[in-house]
């Protein structure tokens, strides 16, 4: 199908055209070779496909068409957002660009070269003007999870509207008092942005659409158990990266009809590798759109990934907010409980994280765990201490992986993980 030129929307959202252009090059050849390449992939994954090929097109043209109807934008970097909250003033949630290096120069202008790869990619993006999400966005919504983002905020307020949550790094009561009050905070200054109350039925709303969402993330992630994997590891990541930007209610009604699909697959075990293809789990920092550089590699050393302990995969999926509340001040309560959930690195002491891998791990019968971390990022890096031994004492295999968007390790990567795919074999 002939693509419909964008340009005059990115040029309105001040986009510098001949970087983009580039970009999206570059992006459309790499998902062409990481993605179009695999074999026998679900029919409904041609509803990403499009997407994918449209995420700086149709989808902006939509974000805007809301903006001129009303509604606000607000863009997120961290699964500690409750998207309820924003869906509740019919506003728009999406994730921002922070998955590619790109703009790193201009990004090293203003952070330290040690900063990790998606902090520099979202300065990046908005200082090479580069994310047409950014623009299109009414407000930056951050938050106190890592140092580096802490920091980063602050200098990214000096370019667009930023908003920062303070997410405590405890979970005792007190801990949950404060995250109530920092919820309380954040419904206010949502309601102030868009103009809107956030009523009762508002918030029932929006908590369904989003429980919604992610029980059809579950579905899928459970249907990954199967022995042999009815979908790759890349098409599940490409789904869980995809939830952040599409609209919730198109992407859930897509997803139940692709998990249709992969039922069927399993009841005629059908699957997109060998049976006896090695199984990895892989678990640590999120892998934002497009970084789908380890799990390719993986899938195409003839292993399959059939989970993600990671934000983007089973660690932001596994919960949904309890639908009893009858008022605002109950569903927020709920709310803050499920977010507190979250078993993020950035908290101490982070036990349950352990207890997740090793769960997942057997639960889907994983042959071994890819612990993968961005270079410069403490909490995962550190957290890979405990990782290990916790793995050890299960008799788990575990390989390290640390590394950013670049490509220039991918030959060092593509040895080490064929040598232990090689030792699982063995
Ligand atoms: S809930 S993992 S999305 S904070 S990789 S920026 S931690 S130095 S992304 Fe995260 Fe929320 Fe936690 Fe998830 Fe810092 Fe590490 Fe960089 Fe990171």
């Known amino acids: 199908m002939e693509q419909k030129d964008y340009t005059p929307m990115w040029e309105s959202l001040g986009i510098n055209l001949e970087a983009h252009d580039g970009l999206l090059q570059v992006l459309g050849q790499a998902y062409g070779d990481t993605f179009l390449s695999q074999g026998n992939r679900p029919k409904g994954m041609?509803?990403?496909?499009?997407?994918?090929?449209?995420?700086?097109?149709l989808r902006i043209e939509e974000l805007l068409k809301a903006k001129q109807?009303?509604?606000?934008?607000?863009?997120?970097?961290?699964?500690?957002?409750?998207?309820?909250?924003?869906?509740?003033?019919?506003?728009?949630?999406?994730?921002?660009?922070a998955g590619a290096s790109v703009g790193t120069e201009q990004a090293e202008t203003v952070l330290p070269r040690n900063t990790c790869a998606l902090i520099k990619s979202f300065f990046g993006f908005k200082m090479a003007g580069l994310c047409p999400y950014t623009e299109a966005c009414d407000?930056?919504?951050?938050?106190?999870?890592?140092?580096?983002?802490?920091?980063?905020?602050?200098i990214f307020a000096d370019y667009k509207p930023t908003f920062v949550l303070e997410v405590p790094q405890m979970k005792a009561p007190a801990d949950r008092e404060l995250w109530l009050g920092e919820l309380t905070r954040l419904a206010a200054r949502i309601e102030e942005v868009s103009g809107r109350t956030i009523t009762a039925e508002g918030l029932?709303?929006?908590?369904?659409?989003?429980?919604?969402?992610?029980?059809?993330?579950?579905?899928?992630?459970?249907?990954?158990?199967?022995r042999p994997a009815p979908i790759s590891g890349l098409d599940a990541l490409l789904i869980n990266q995809v939830q952040f930007y599409d609209d919730p209610a198109r992407f859930t009604a897509q997803l139940e009809a692709i998990c249709d699909e992969l039922e069927e697959r399993v009841a005629a075990?059908?699957?997109?590798?060998?049976?006896?293809?090695?199984r990895v789990l892989i678990s640590g920092c999120p892998m934002a759109a497009p970084n789908w550089k380890v799990p390719?590699?993986?899938?195409?050393?003839?292993?399959?990934?059939?989970?993600?302990?990671?934000?983007?995969g089973e660690r932001g999926t596994r919960n949904l907010v309890a639908e009893t509340g009858e008022t605002v001040d109950e569903m927020l309560r709920n709310i803050a409980d499920r977010y507190l959930q979250i078993d993020c690195a950035c908290f101490t002491p982070n036990t349950e994280r352990l207890d997740h891998i090793v769960e997942m791990a057997r639960d889907l019968e994983a042959d071994a765990v890819l612990h993968y971390s961005l270079m410069f990022c403490t909490p995962y890096l550190m957290e890979a201490r405990a990782v290990r031994e916790c793995l050890k004492t299960e008799g788990i295999p575990l390989l390290e992986v640390e590394t950013d968007y670049s490509t220039e390790d991918m030959g060092q990567l593509q040895t080490r993980i064929q040598a232990f795919l090689e030792m699982l074999g063995g």
């Not at 041609?46 to 097109?57: M, Q, T």
């Open 46 to 57: 041609e509803y990403l496909d499009f997407v994918l090929s449209e995420i700086h097109g």
């Open 296 to 312: 390719a590699i993986v899938e195409q050393s003839g292993a399959i990934v059939v989970g993600e302990e990671s934000c983007v």
């Open 69 to 97: 109807e009303g509604r606000s934008i607000f863009g997120t970097f961290c699964l500690y957002v409750p998207e309820e909250l924003i869906l509740a003033v019919d506003g728009i949630c999406v994730g921002l660009c």
């Open 139 to 154: 407000l930056v919504i951050g938050e106190t999870t890592c140092d580096g983002k802490k920091k980063a905020y602050e």
């Open 269 to 278: 075990t059908q699957g997109v590798a060998p049976a006896t293809a090695p």
């Open 204 to 226: 029932r709303k929006g908590i369904a659409t989003v429980n919604a969402k992610r029980a059809a993330l579950q579905r899928l992630a459970r249907l990954r158990k199967a």
